[in-house]
């Protein structure tokens, strides 16, 4: 089943109302956070890809800035990890051979 123009507008509208802040006054600026999470992806996480697309670039752009942010070096590798007391989650990286960082333990 196809969904008209309208339909997945208002769908795409109901989305972002949902996630928006009920402090704010505009339903879109939840839209405009995720957006300006996007960029600031791109900017900081880029590796061999875009930013937004790597695992902390995606962490960021679904999360925001973490709440606590530490790192530490165990043997040769270097690692970060990203907690975030609101939704009791924290995000192990580890550096990789390329050079970037990847998710070890995703959340929970």
Known sequence: MRSDPDEKLNQFREFWRRHSDPAHNSDMEALERY??????????FAEDQPGWKTDRG???????????????????????????????????????????????????
């Open 35 to 44: 957006f300006d999470r996007i960029y600031y992806s791109a900017e900081h």
């Open 58 to 108: 995606r962490t960021y752009t679904l999360y925001g800035p973490p709440d606590r942010q530490s790192s530490f070096r165990l043997a040769e590798t270097f690692f970060e990890v990203w907690t975030y007391r609101k939704w009791g989650l924290r995000f192990l990286f580890r550096a990789n051979d390329a050079g970037g960082m990847e998710a070890v333990h995703p959340g929970g």
